[in-house]
């Protein structure tokens, strides 16, 4: 069983930044794919990226690139994701989830393929 610890979150202004970590307990994190996910009220939960094992390999959701960057560092039980350039439309609870299938080479975008999630952290972008 792998426990997912969210931080990071809070109330930022659009265009500034923030970075959001998720601490994961047990010794096979660093075989597994992290995402990110987030949910807005009253929306489904959507991808937000995804990173390999190694951290070799790397997805996002359009509506991020070239803003937002997954990273993680596996002597830590760590993943990363840092936001930059934040809009309004960036607010949503923020969720790291593990895909416990070790050294895959394919990143999922689909929430059901992960199986361990976080609690959460909020995010609030204020225009």
């Known amino acids: ?7 990071g ?13 998720c601490a994961a307990s047990g010794r096979t ?8 996910f987030r949910q807005a009220p009253g929306k489904e939960r ?14 996002y959701a359009d509506s991020v690139k070239g803003r937002f960057t997954i ?3 596996n002597a830590k039980n760590t993943v990363y994701l840092q936001m930059n350039s934040l ?5 949503a609870v923020y969720y790291c989830a593990a895909d416990r299938r070790p050294w895959l080479a394919h990143l999922s ?11 959460g952290t909020q ?5």
Do not use: H
């Open 1 to 7: 069983q792998v426990q997912l610890a969210e931080s």
């Open 9 to 21: 979150g809070g109330l930022v202004q659009a265009g500034g930044s923030l970075r959001l970590s």
């Open 29 to 36: 994190f660093s075989t597994y794919v992290m995402g990110w």
């Open 46 to 59: 959507e991808f937000v990226a995804a990173i390999n094992w190694n951290g070799g390999s790397t997805a």
């Open 71 to 73: 990273s993680r560092d």
């Open 87 to 91: 809009k309004p439309e960036d607010t």
């Open 109 to 119: 975008t689909r929430s059901e393929s992960y199986d361990y999630w976080g609690q």
């Open 123 to 127: 995010v609030t972008v204020s225009s």
